[in-house]
């Protein structure tokens, strides 16, 4: 059985997946410190996490990015020890959910804005710490 990896939770989905989009209730699943040796899922082990202040930002976008392929390209070893790639259709629920985050956007502007607002704020702050 492949090892796989959790992908960083975005805030509004309360089923959790792995890095390669698995259901992680129905896969082995462990840490990325313990994400060594074994039979390691590749787009699991592709994945890169980020590190710093903006680490969870930037998870979440690489998720989204993720979720936005309608395909994914992943490599098969074959039986001369070479890969064959090969395309698996990938079903993610990422565009509605954006079409019903535009639609709450939609319902609460000014609400929205002043969350924007103050992420631009702590963004900020926090890139002139770095310096």
Same mark, same amino acid.
């Given at each position: 059985?492949?090892? $796989?990896?959790?992908?960083?939770?975005?805030?509004?989905? =309360?089923?959790?997946? =792995?890095?390669?989009?698995?259901?992680? $209730?129905?896969?082995?699943?462990?840490?990325?410190? @313990?994400?060594?040796?074994?039979? #390691?899922?590749?787009?699991? #082990?592709? =994945?890169? %996490? *980020?590190?710093?202040? *903006?680490?969870? &930002? $930037?998870?979440?976008?690489?998720?989204?990015?993720?979720? &936005?392929?309608?395909?994914?390209?992943? %490599? #098969?070893? =074959? %039986?001369?020890?070479?890969? %064959?790639?090969?395309? #698996?259709?990938?079903? @993610?629920?990422? &565009?509605?959910?954006?079409?019903?985050?535009?639609?709450?956007?939609?319902? $609460?502007?000014?609400?929205?804005?002043? &969350?924007?607002?103050? *992420?631009?704020?702590?963004?900020?702050?926090?890139?002139?710490?770095?310096?």
């Amino acid at each position: 059985m492949k090892i $796989h990896l959790m992908r960083t939770p975005l805030p509004w989905r =309360t089923e959790q997946a =792995t890095e390669c989009g698995m259901l992680a $209730h129905k896969v082995k699943i462990v840490q990325a410190k @313990d994400f060594t040796g074994g039979q #390691r899922c590749s787009i699991c #082990r592709s =994945t890169v %996490k *980020n590190e710093g202040p *903006n680490a969870l &930002l $930037h998870q979440m976008q690489a998720a989204i990015g993720r979720g &936005l392929q309608s395909y994914r390209i992943l %490599k #098969r070893p =074959t %039986k001369g020890g070479g890969l %064959k790639e090969y395309r #698996r259709r990938v079903n @993610d629920p990422i &565009l509605f959910e954006l079409k019903a985050l535009a639609d709450l956007v939609v319902r $609460h502007r000014e609400e929205f804005e002043k &969350l924007v607002a103050a *992420n631009e704020s702590e963004q900020a702050i926090q890139g002139a710490g770095a310096g």
